[in-house]
């Protein structure tokens, strides 16, 4: 979609009096770290955690004393300390010894700060291992040193590539019960390497760690001597984040909140999502395509001459032009795409299958709309990382989709800008969260090169699709040869409906289907931004 940008007539009312300019501090401390802990059951994520907060000197004194008590009553130590307990703090945790929701826990060292996210292994939780990934700068991916890897670490290894994180620790836990074999060490290296090479990882930096033990997590340990890299710690602590490469983008804001103290002040308040902002830049609003200029970056603490992306502020402008909730300001000379269809990869995380061409709630970024799953293009074998056959999608399946939206959305490829590229699916209904989406565009181009041929709707299931239908033409044999047919006539006519039925009630499912699209799509009910959420 394309904007005829004009410029707006300038405001006739003087700027509110303001404070001078400020420049950004700067510091030589690096950039906050996010990362999570992911991996398959069992594989120490929380031992990990609770032993890097505590060889950091991040556990005050009463954390301490209180982890000793609660790993004498619930610890699986013999009464030393469970390092583990530090983050799974749910009664449901200490009791099955599992972590189950997403724990953050804030800590810093003398060279940065961090929050990491431990998250859970268990399959039926991975839901909640996403939320925690799609945030992250980098993942520890915990492997047990005696099972190696499993289709939980295949699974996890896809979805943090996936929701973009590009840099992965590869921690291979519990060394010392496989008396710190470099061997061992080795072949789980290789077997992850090869594993990877579709994952597109910017890094991958493999680790030998006992995190019971502490064996090279804050230092090197002396019984791995032949492991030649950094600890764990350190690493961290060195690694370049992805937020240099944000700030080179093009510069986006989405809106979150129109702030309007007084009738002297009228400001847009959100996030930097990408790129750089400072005070006399020529912007436009989106999806509007009226321009303006900055007049004022508003922070608590006094205006900025500029802003970068990861920073919180309130922008106003020389123009009053309409800019509500949703909206996105963003740099005239590189726009954004403005699409009602977008090719995505959608991770379903709901108990229910998907019901296709069924109308979801999409909330991308601060914007809410209404929006259908137009198509399945294929889903992705978590084993082989392959395409497979496009059908509903079950509970954590992945698939690429085609997304029908009920009105204009400003998208990005969520590979470019998390804040543009993200979105998650709400039912309707139960209000509940259905599926994480990540808007693709290389997707889109290679689907447009080479379009997947259209596929006849056949049943999920043989049994419960072919059991009606074999009693229905039983029934029509049967009333045939009531009828004064022959048997072999009445056979015939009872196998020939029984094998045309089901594919007739695909034909007309997909009938009705687009025929309900094409009835409700120019009347849908239109949420309000914000609406059901």
């Known amino acids: 979609m394309a904007y005829a940008f004009v410029e707006s007539e300038p405001a006739q009312a003087a700027p509110a009096a303001r404070a001078e300019p400020r420049a950004q501090p700067h510091s030589d401390e690096k950039a906050l770290l996010r990362f999570i802990t992911c991996g398959s059951v069992d594989d120490g994520k929380s031992t990990l955690i609770g032993r890097m907060l505590y060889d950091a000197r991040g556990i005050a004194e009463d954390q301490l004393a209180a982890l000793d008590r609660d790993s004498k009553k619930f610890g699986t ?9 530090l983050v799974d703090g749910l009664a449901a945790e200490r009791e099955q010894g599992i972590t189950i929701d997403v724990a953050y826990r804030y800590f810093r060292t003398e060279k940065r700060a961090f929050i990491v996210a431990d998250t859970p292994g268990h399959e039926q939780y991975t839901r909640n291992m996403a939320t925690g990934a799609s945030t992250a700068d980098l993942a520890i991916l915990l492997i047990d040193a005696r099972k190696g890897i499993l289709a939980q670490t295949r699974r996890h290894a896809f979805i943090v590539s996936m929701l973009g994180v590009r840099d992965v620790a590869l921690a291979i836990n519990k060394m010392d019960l496989v008396d710190y074999s470099e061997a061992r060490f080795n072949e789980i290296v290789a077997a992850f390497r090869d594993m990877a090479r579709e994952l597109n990882f910017r890094s991958i930096a493999p680790l ?17 001597p032949w492991f030649q890299g950094e600890a764990l710690l350190p690493l961290l602590e ?13 510069f986006r ?12 002040f009228r400001g847009f308040s959100g996030w930097v999502a990408a790129g750089a902002i400072a005070v006399g830049d020529q912007i436009a609003s989106l999806p509007s395509g009226k321009t303006s200029r900055v007049a004022r970056i508003v922070t608590q603490d006094g205006d900025l001459a500029a802003a970068v992306a990861g920073q919180s502020v309130t922008l106003t402008l ?21 699409a009602s269809l977008a090719h995505a990869r959608l991770l379903w995380t709901a108990e229910t299958d998907m019901h296709p061409g069924a109308s979801y709630i999409v909330k991308l970024g601060a914007r809410t709309a209404n929006a259908s799953v137009a198509d399945i293009h294929h889903l992705i074998d978590i084993h082989t990382f392959e395409p497979a056959p496009a059908r509903p999608l079950g509970l954590n399946e992945i698939a690429l989709v085609t997304l029908r939206f009920d009105r204009p959305m400003i998208i990005g490829d969520y590979r470019d800008n998390r804040d543009l590229g993200g979105f998650i699916l709400i039912d309707r209904i139960t209000n509940e969260t259905v599926a994480f989406g990540l808007i693709d565009r290389r997707a889109a181009q290679s689907d447009e090169a080479a379009p997947a041929p259209r596929r006849l709707r056949l049943p999920k299931s043989l049994a419960t699709s ?8 039983l029934c029509v044999g049967s009333g045939a040869i009531l009828l004064g047919a022959s ?32 009835a409700t799509a120019p009347g849908e009910e239109k949420l309000g931004d914000g609406g059901g959420i």
């Open 77 to 85: 130590q013999n009464g030393a300390l469970d390092f583990a307990l």
């Open 208 to 224: 030998p760690i006992s995190a019971l033990n502490g064996d090279n997590i804050a230092t090197l340990s002396e019984r791995t």
């Open 466 to 473: 072919f059991g009606p239908a074999l009693f229905s033409g």
């Open 253 to 264: 804001f989405p809106v979150q909140w129109v702030n309007r103290p007084d009738l002297d």
């Open 318 to 338: 020389t123009d009053e032009i309409d800019v509500s909730r949703g909206d996105v300001l963003v740099a005239v000379q590189q726009l954004p795409d403005v």
């Open 238 to 250: 060195n690694i370049e984040t992805a937020g240099a490469q944000a700030r080179e983008g093009p």
């Open 487 to 518: 048997p072999a006539t009445g056979i015939l006519l009872g196998l020939a409906d029984a094998l045309l039925r089901p594919f007739a009630r695909g034909i007309y499912a997909d009938h009705c289907l687009n025929r309900a699209r094409r």
